[in-house]
């Protein structure tokens, strides 16, 4: 089987998975498993495939035609330019979390910002990235401890230099920070069983689960939050497209709040700078 014929019998193993951007992952998979980039694809379509090559590929298709994300399937997900470790102990990055740290970016670089926490930190992308983009002091926490494991391996990969520990919200949490930040669980518990196969079924629902009405983990933290701020901190969340208004209600006794949209026009992030 050569290049062109293993993209084909691809779209015919994928063609039926309405979760799968068939193309464009059969050229991804098959490009790591040449460990060449995609553009060699299309310059050496006729390449033959040698045998381990085409068992691996096919080895992937199962897997992805039965649901499971092919960055669990490939270990690795790109977020922000790096390639980050993820497996079944993480939630994956996703796309749209992009915002949250260009917005992040934007508040140190034009305020006297020196520290950020980072509540539920999963793979590490967020802690990682921004301390690899700004060089503050940064202090991320999750309380799966397998999830630390993986973001630890992350920031060793990428040469970052965060503090990362195991703590149920604020509970092992010392100090205060000029900026708060959680990307926590959202989805209302009813709505799990409602998510496409390859979240509900792979993704880990301890990362999912914001509780009855999904926003569990916020009422927690915003009633915290004031305590572990400094003065003129930040409380910034990554939100659900149908959380803004709630979460403004819960936000504005101690925060003056702005929402920003994501590229769908669907609110994504939530900034709240602590009143005087």
Do not use: W
């Not at 604020?170 to 959680?182: A, E, L």
């Not at 669980?185 to 009855?212: C, H, M, S, T, W």
């Not at 569990?216 to 208004?245: M, R, S, T, V, W």
């Not at 979460?247 to 590229?263: A, G, R, S």
């Amino acid at each position: 089987m050569n290049i062109t014929e293993a993209l084909n019998e691809g779209e015919k193993y994928l063609k039926d998975i309405k979760y799968s951007s068939s193309s464009k992952e059969l050229r991804y998979i098959l490009s790591h498993l040449l460990n060449k980039d995609i553009s060699y694809l299309f310059a050496h379509s006729e390449q033959k495939l040698s045998p381990l090559i085409e068992k691996k590929y096919i080895e992937i298709l199962n897997r992805r035609r039965r649901g499971e994300p092919l960055q669990y399937i490939l270990g690795k997900t790109e977020f922000f330019g790096r390639d980050f470790i993820v497996n079944k102990n993480v939630l994956i990055p996703r796309q749209d979390t992009e915002l949250s740290i260009e917005i992040l970016l934007d508040i140190i670089k034009n305020n006297n910002i020196d520290s950020i926490l980072d509540i539920g930190t999963g793979s590490g992308a967020v802690a990682i990235t921004v301390n690899s983009e700004s060089n503050i002091n940064t202090t991320a926490c999750d309380i799966s401890k397998k999830a630390l494991e993986v973001a630890s391996d992350n920031a060793k990969l990428l040469h970052s230099n965060v503090l990362f520990i195991e703590s149920n919200l604020f509970d092992n949490i010392d100090g205060t920070f000029d900026i708060i930040y959680s990307n926590p669980p959202y989805i209302e518990r009813k709505e799990i069983d409602n998510l496409q196969v390859e979240v509900k079924n792979f993704e880990p629902r301890l990362a999912l689960d914001g509780g009855i009405d999904g926003l569990y983990f916020y009422k927690n933290i915003i009633k915290k939050a004031p305590f572990f701020l400094n003065k003129d901190g930040y409380l910034i969340f990554e939100i659900g497209y149908n959380q803004g208004h709630e979460l403004v209600k819960l936000m504005c006794k101690n925060f003056e709040t702005k929402i920003y949209k994501d590229l769908n026009n669907l609110d994504r992030v939530i900034v709240g700078k602590m009143r005087s």
